[in-house]
């Protein structure tokens, strides 16, 4: 009988410091569950935050700002466009509408 109380002593405790080990685990992984899930949010508000950044920039107001400011470009009129036209591909559209 004495044995039997040392067996059922010794799996009482190992059952015990089994138990305490899962409830560790279990306690640490919601703590990784719950921080994972606050980055979740944090990535998405980041997200939107980028999302509505960019559809800002690239309105064509400020596209068109920014190049004439930035790039030094500026509205083509008819005052300074410049029309080039080949000799060989003038005579080619030509020749084609004269068949």
């Known amino acids: 009988m004495n044995r039997l109380n040392i067996v059922l002593f010794v799996m009482l405790v190992a059952s015990s410091v089994y138990l305490v080990r899962v409830s560790y685990d279990s ?7 719950d921080q994972a899930r606050n980055e979740e949010r944090a990535l998405d508000t980041e997200y939107e935050r980028l999302k509505a950044e960019r559809q800002g920039q690239s309105t064509p107001l400020k596209v068109e700002r920014l190049a004439r400011d930035k790039l030094a470009m500026r509205n083509a009129t008819p005052a300074v466009t410049q029309y080039v036209t080949y000799a060989r591909a003038a005579s080619a559209s030509a020749s084609g509408a004269a068949r």
């Open 27 to 33: 306690r640490r992984l919601f703590a990784e569950l």
